[in-house]
């Protein structure tokens, strides 16, 4: 058991609303990252957390935005949802920033739909 | 840039026979490599990883070199089990970036 949890495992939304994603990270662990599978693919990099400050972000919009707490844990948004974002959403906990020898821990998931 | 490329899936396979699945990197500098494991309805699972040139990844039967000359990193297994059904993807990181880079992944499927 990897020790990531998210929350909700899955949720239903309807185009333009806006979404919040949570992720509980390892004991341990002070990095947290988002990544957004969609179906058939490989995850996507959205963005990176590192004690409290983003700390790389890929090729999404600023609708997508996010959170980390003192705690380590981690909140995703998107706002304007758009039906393309239909999506598992990752998050994945790590020691450190990632890196070259840094492993990461993802969650299970959060499967979103926008209809 | 950085990216990772998978052999297109998927792959049907029965109990026993081997297995192996294709993974070719581009990268800036010398990554690390990896290869994660998705069951139905769950995230990702690290499966192996080797961090230099010529390092060799394993776990639960599974391999993968990490070949330089070729930029690659392919995942063998001599005898997969029906548990083995699973998609596997590819990744890699460097010590100049903040994330992984995956493929797009290759699903696996194992009849007895």
Redesign the interface.
């Known amino acids: 058991e990897?020790g990531?949890t998210?929350s909700p495992t899955h949720l239903i939304k309807t185009r333009g609303q806006q979404v919040t994603l949570r992720c509980s990270s390892q004991s341990g662990h002070n990095t947290v990252?988002w990544?957004q599978q969609a179906l058939?693919?490989?995850?996507?990099?959205i963005f990176?957390y590192y004690r409290e400050e983003e700390?790389?972000r890929?090729n999404f919009p600023p609708r997508f935005s996010g959170l980390q707490f003192p705690n380590y844990s981690s909140e995703l948004n998107v706002n304007a949802l758009e039906l393309d974002d239909s999506a598992l959403y990752?998050c994945?906990s790590s020691p450190d920033?990632?890196?070259?020898?840094?492993?990461?821990?993802?969650?299970?998931?959060t499967r979103l739909t926008v209809v | 840039g950085n990216s990772v490329t998978q052999m297109e899936g998927p792959v049907t396979l029965s109990e026993e026979a081997f297995l192996t699945i294709n993974c070719t990197y581009t990268a800036t500098g010398y990554p690390s490599l990896f290869w994660y494991v998705q069951y139905p309805g769950e995230g990702l699972q690290l499966l192996l990883k080797a961090t230099k040139a010529d390092d060799k990844g394993s776990n639960k039967g599974f391999e993968a070199t990490y070949r330089k000359e070729t930029t690659s990193f392919h995942l063998e297994k001599g005898s997969v089990q029906v548990s083995d059904s699973a998609v596997y993807f590819c990744a890699l990181s460097d010590k100049t970036g903040n994330q992984f880079y995956f493929g797009t992944g290759t699903s696996l499927t194992v009849i007895p």
């Open positions: 990897t990531v998210q990252s990544y058939g693919q490989g995850p996507q990099f990176q700390n790389g890929g990752l994945a920033r990632i890196r070259k020898n840094t492993e990461a821990f993802f969650g299970q998931g």
